[in-house]
């Protein structure tokens, strides 16, 4: 029998993509689960339109992760913190602190799409945002007393 996958199924496929599987298994488990829909020609057709408008908005992302990147190539981000004169800082500078600081400069960035290392004393140090999964810009922080 020839179903449509709405989901992830392990050992089959990804969502929309049309598999052969036993009738029992499909008429007992994937379709009663609302895991599969039955491949007739217009759900096949509507499957196909599917996955050319996801990969569609998809590549619109993927453009707009890019230039967003080209903007963040090269940029330098400084955090004022309060420090020791020794230069340890109390505590540490946290992605929350970039994420406010890039957007102070403009930039609308997400703290969980940040990484950076652990930055507790002051200095130069280097953060990753990840725009998309297949775009990421190293950025550099430079981390000063207050």
């Known amino acids: ?6 989901d992830f199924v392990k050992g089959f496929g990804e969502k929309n993509d049309i598999v052969v599987v036993k009738n029992g298994y499909g008429r007992n488990y994937l ?5 599969a829909a039955i491949a007739t020609p ?8 599917n996955v050319r408008q996801a990969a569609h908005k998809q590549a619109k992302v993927k453009d707009d992760a890019n230039a967003l990147a080209e903007k963040l190539q090269g940029f330098k ?7 020791g004169s020794n230069g340890k800082i109390f505590g540490s500078v946290t992605t929350i602190q970039l994420a406010q600081s ?9 703290k969980r799409k940040i990484s950076a290392p652990d930055m ?6 280097k953060a990753t945002i990840s725009l998309h ?8 922080v430079d981390v000063v007393q207050e």
Do not use: C, H, W
């Open 120 to 125: 507790k004393n002051i200095g130069e140090y």
């Open 77 to 83: 981000v400084t955090v004022p913190t309060k420090a």
């Open 102 to 110: 890039l957007a102070n400069r403009g930039f609308d960035i997400d």
């Open 42 to 49: 217009s759900a096949v057709k509507m499957a196909e339109e």
């Open 1 to 6: 029998m020839k179903v449509i996958l709405k």
């Open 133 to 140: 999964k297949e775009v990421s810009v190293e950025i550099d």
């Open 31 to 35: 379709i009663p689960q609302g895991l």
